[in-house]
T-cell receptor, first 117, second 114 residues
Framework: AQTVTQSQPEMSVQEAETVTLSCTYD???????LFWYKQPPSRQMILVIR??????QNATENRFSVNFQKAAKSFSLKISDSQLGDTAMYFC??????????????FGTGTRLTIIP | NAGVTQTPKFRVLKTGQSMTLLCAQD?????MYWYRQDPGMGLRLIHY???????AKGEVPDGYNVSRLKKQNFLLGLESAAPSQTSVYFC?????????????FGPGTRLTVL
């Protein structure tokens, strides 16, 4: 079974600074997908960024980028020029879509990020 | 296009009562999921469905039942609620085909069992 570990329960950073959230995972599979979801106080889960394991290039979405280290099974999220609206819980998630009907997400326990004005 | 909606948003039950949570999606997605979110534990999969008329157990299925009679709806039932089922419940849906299946989430239902 796959496991996802987020070792930072809480983090805080000054507005406009850069912050990196850590995520490690454990799997024996070679083909999989990794995601970062954001959950603001509204509770709505929002996809921030995703990475396909077969791609060596790190995914980027505007101010959000990942550092994907497949051999180390590490998938960190970097938020540049942080904004107050980035305050939220961030969840790392893993999916192994190899088998039909197996497209299930396994989530980490989350990191609560607070952006300080 | 409402995306994924959940009914109700909040509910308080007494131990032993039953209730059904409704999830609806208007994106013609094949897959639908029910998760529960507890403090410090992230989201855990309860049940899921890969198509109309089919359901399967997830990581924490005990005490819950589900039905997918229509493609757009996925119901989560609690036959005899217990305090351990106090949680926030999220429904999600995704396309069946594609290189990866992004899951779209509903706004959640906060359930308290006294």
């Amino acid at each position: 079974a796959q496991t996802v570990t987020q070792s930072q329960p809480e983090m805080s950073v000054q507005e406009a600074e850069t912050v990196t959230l850590s995520c490690t995972y454990d799997t024996s599979e070679n083909n999989y997908y990794l995601f970062w979801y954001k959950q603001p106080p509204s509770r709505q889960m929002i996809l921030v960024i995703r990475q396909e394991a077969y791609k060596q290039q790190n995914a980027t979405e505007n101010r959000f980028s990942v550092n994907f280290q497949k051999a180390a099974k590490s998938f960190s999220l970097k938020i540049s020029d942080s904004q107050l609206g980035d305050t939220a819980m961030y969840f790392c998630a893993f999916m192994n879509p190899l088998f039909f009907g197996n497209e299930k997400l396994t989530f980490g326990t989350g990191t609560r990020l607070t952006i300080i004005p | 296009n409402a995306g994924v909606t959940q009914t109700p948003k909040f509910r308080v039950l007494k131990t032993g009562q039953s209730m059904t949570l409704l999830c609806a999606q208007d994106m013609n997605h094949e897959y639908m999921y029910w998760y529960r979110q507890d403090p410090g534990m992230g989201l855990r999969l309860i049940h899921y469905s890969v198509g109309e008329g089919t359901t399967a157990k997830g990581e924490v299925p005990d005490g819950y039942n589900v039905s997918r009679l229509k493609k757009q709806n996925f119901l989560l039932g609690l036959e005899s609620a217990a305090p351990s089922q106090t949680s926030v419940y999220f429904c999600a849906s995704s396309l069946m085909l594609g290189s990866y299946n992004e899951q779209f989430f509903g706004p959640g239902t906060r359930l308290t069992v006294l």
